[in-house]
């Protein structure tokens, strides 16, 4: 068995060793207030919810699809089912029908929504993780660690238990760069930066990628800075992991499944 593989089988037997339960799917779930009116808000603020039926105060994943803020549809990774937690899996606004921050506010409105509501579904909302592929991992990185986001929706981004974005943008994201005309390749740092946002307080944060070979353009060396800069600000709870052999699109799947094993020591 290659390396690449028997990392993927050891972390799928060991994330299978969580719980064996029964679960329940309830679809389509709006998270906008009673009071917003704009048409494509209520169409797209909605989201999924899966949840364990015969045991209480399980954790919680908000996930956040990837499609670079442009595209894509909320959906309950396969990974993530049977294995104990409860999912939230997330639609938001897309560019270029909304720019920055619109699809921001969404997720942030998303993550309060499970605070909000997870204990009625019978979850912990002590032990709620933010998480999603690519631009999704972007937004659970805004969302955490710029505090303004939550506040707005009166929740503390402290409460979050844990940020684990999969190969998510650290720097300004790309789309956000294209909606302002501005180089794709020359990186930007400004308010539209995870990075920006380093702070000793922030959640316990677990940074995922592929292989630097393989990866999106300095993808890994990105969420190697947000690390560093971290751990600089003096921020304790700082993990980085490097899945070799696996591209951007490809590290969704090992990813998930160390997410869940990292959330598994979490609960012990």
């Given amino acids: 068995m290659s390396p690449k593989f028997l990392v993927v089988f050891l972390l799928f037997i060991s994330s299978n060793r969580i719980f064996a339960q029964k679960y329940r799917t309830i679809e389509n779930i709006s998270y906008c207030k009673i009071t917003d009116t704009d048409g494509y808000k209520k169409e797209r603020c909605k989201l999924d919810l899966y949840v364990p039926t015969d045991r209480k105060n399980f954790p919680t994943i908000v996930w956040f699809h990837g499609g670079g803020l442009e595209e894509g549809n909320k959906f309950i990774p396969l990974e993530l089912k049977e294995k104990g937690v409860a999912v939230v899996a997330v639609n938001y606004r897309l560019s270029p029908k909304v720019k920055a921050p619109d699809y921001i506010d969404d997720a942030a409105e998303a993550v309060a929504w499970a605070f909000s509501h997870i204990a009625s579904y019978g979850g912990d909302p002590t032990k709620i993780y933010v998480s999603g592929h690519s631009a999704g991992g972007y937004l659970a990185l805004m969302v955490?660690?710029?505090?303004?986001?939550?506040?707005?929706?009166?929740?503390?981004?402290?409460?979050?238990?844990?940020?684990?974005?999969?190969?998510?943008?650290?720097?300004?994201?790309?789309?956000?760069?294209?909606?302002?005309?501005?180089?794709?390749?020359?990186?930007?740092?400004?308010?539209?930066?995870?990075?920006?946002?380093?702070?000793?307080?922030?959640?316990?944060?677990?940074?995922?990628?592929?292989?630097?070979?393989?990866?999106?353009?300095?993808?890994?060396?990105?969420?190697?800075?947000?690390?560093?800069?971290?751990?600089?600000?003096?921020?304790?709870?700082?993990?980085?992991y490097q899945l070799q052999g696996f591209d951007h699109g490809g590290v969704y799947a090992p990813g998930c499944l160390l997410m869940l094993k990292w959330i598994k020591e979490q609960e012990k």
Wanted: positive net charge; without cysteine.
């Fill in 144 to 240: 955490g660690l710029d505090s303004s986001y939550l506040q707005k929706q009166g929740v503390s981004a402290n409460k979050i238990k844990g940020l684990i974005p999969i190969s998510g943008q650290t720097n300004t994201h790309y789309t956000i760069k294209k909606e302002r005309g501005q180089s794709m390749a020359i990186p930007q740092m400004d308010q539209y930066a995870p990075i920006s946002f380093a702070r000793k307080d922030a959640p316990a944060t677990v940074l995922i990628t592929g292989d630097p070979q393989l990866e999106l353009p300095a993808r890994y060396e990105e969420n190697a800075h947000l690390a560093a800069i971290l751990k600089q600000v003096g921020h304790t709870k700082t993990s980085l």
